[in-house]
């Protein structure tokens, strides 16, 4: 049973949009140029959610081996393997979620390649079996700062782009509706924003575990209305827990962050362990990766070209140790977990020595857990359970 109210109401948010899907529609990437889209008149889709989905309904052990007889390694992101194995299979979780026969088909397909270099090969998959147009756009990879020159690259390619979609759809973009879906895509992600901060409280209303659930919407309705009264209500739910002292783990004794992508098949029993610990992973990389401050209505362009390119997975080293700085310090954080993704590469930021960089600079106490996004043959239950209640006790022993 769901502990919050806005896990019940999203449900029926989910419903009206994946039923509401309609030509004209786009497929795009998650951190993708949405605002774009909408205000050119598609109806947006968003692949990886349905990974997500294949994930957590642990449907994916089904179709990552139909992705990899057709050559797509087991090495590569699971998300992909999942979804072009489930298309392969003719399966698809929104059948039984939504009714939906298959994944909707589309008139256009953009990607961008600020998370990783997957979602090209993945959705130019998707364009040959659908004869489909695909739009790429390309930012520089890896930065520390985004610079001027950065920017006007990517609004380039935003302006290639629109030129596409405005042949589609047979018209021009009109410049008050892209201002109108920016404004309401800054609104609902200071609104996701705000309702995560909660968790700065003692004790924390939600965790991290929460907040996966919780920001579907705002992935995939960004830029509408819908998006905006989903966490207006939702934001006050959580304020309104945070001030009357209500606990997502009762007895809270230890405050964790969450480096890395979910384990979508895990959810539940992670999140057992670590309320059984009496711990509360409160923040993460992964739920804030939705909060975008530098969208500006006013400058609608260069402000999507600044957002998507600045986002974490796409920061060199130094931007992102200080960024976790920042975090231990704003949430009050005990310990940070490291998910070292085997199939996501570009959201495993344990590798090149950011956690002990982190533990020499901060003292904080850092885990590296194995596993993946989708595929569970890259993670232990006990192993992870082991590793978890050990590195609780030590953050304990170290508190006493």
Same mark, same amino acid.
């Given at each position: ?59 994916? !052990?089904? !179709?990552? &081996? ?38 909707? /088909? ?38 520390? #700062?985004?610079?001027?020159?950065? =920017?006007?690259?990517? =609004? ?22 892209? /201002? ?13 924003? #705000? ?6 409280? !003692? ?13 579907? &919407?705002?992935?995939?309705? /960004?830029?509408?209305?819908?998006? =905006? ?48 610990? @009496? ?20 400058? &609608? ?13 796409? /920061? ?66 006990? @192993? ?15 508190? =006493?």
């Amino acid at each position: 049973m769901a502990r919050l109210q806005s896990q019940v109401r999203m449900k029926d948010v989910l419903r009206d949009y994946f039923t509401g899907l309609a030509s004209p529609l786009a497929w795009c990437t998650s951190v993708g140029p949405a605002e774009l889209l909408r205000a050119l008149g598609f109806q947006v889709y968003f692949p990886e959610n349905h990974g997500a989905m294949l994930g957590a309904s642990r449907a994916a !052990h089904k !179709h990552i &081996p139909r992705a990899n007889n057709e050559g797509y390694s087991n090495e590569i992101c699971s998300y992909l393997t999942s979804d072009i194995g489930a298309w392969l299979n003719r399966e698809t979780p929104l059948t039984a979620a939504y009714g939906l026969p298959s994944v909707p /088909r589309p008139d256009l397909i953009v990607f961008n390649t600020n998370q990783c270099r997957e979602v090209a090969e993945w959705f130019n998959y998707f364009g040959r079996q659908f004869s489909c147009p695909v739009v790429g756009v390309y930012p520089p990879r890896h930065v520390e #700062e985004v610079t001027r020159a950065d =920017v006007d690259n990517v =609004v380039s390619q935003f302006r290639n782009l629109i030129a596409v979609g405005e042949q589609i759809i047979g018209r021009e973009l009109d410049p008050q509706r892209l /201002r109108e879906a920016v404004r309401l895509s800054r609104e609902a992600s200071q609104l996701w924003k #705000e309702l995560l901060e909660t968790a700065r409280t !003692h004790p924390a209303p939600l965790t991290f575990f929460d907040g996966t659930i919780l920001m579907a &919407p705002v992935v995939m309705l /960004r830029g509408t209305e819908a998006c =905006v009264e989903f966490y207006r209500a939702a934001r006050a739910e959580l304020q309104a827990l945070a001030a009357h002292g209500d606990a997502a783990v009762p007895g809270e004794q230890a405050r964790l962050y969450w480096e890395g992508m979910p384990i979508w098949g895990r959810l539940r029993s992670l999140a057992e362990i670590f309320s059984g610990c @009496r711990s509360s992973v409160v923040a993460s990389t992964y739920c804030n990766s939705w909060v975008f401050d530098d969208f500006d209505s006013d400058n &609608p362009l260069e402000s999507l070209a600044i957002a998507y390119t600045q986002i974490f997975i796409n /920061r060199g080293e130094n931007f992102k140790l200080s960024y976790l700085k920042r975090m231990i310090e704003d949430y009050a954080i005990d310990g940070m977990l490291f998910h070292d993704s085997k199939t996501c590469f570009n959201n495993s930021n344990n590798r090149f020595g950011l956690p002990q960089r982190l533990q020499q600079e901060t003292g904080i106490s850092t885990l590296v857990i194995d596993g993946d996004l989708n595929d569970l043959r890259f993670f232990s239950d006990e @192993r992870a359970r082991t590793k978890i209640e050990t590195f609780v006790e030590q953050l304990s022993a170290r508190a =006493v």
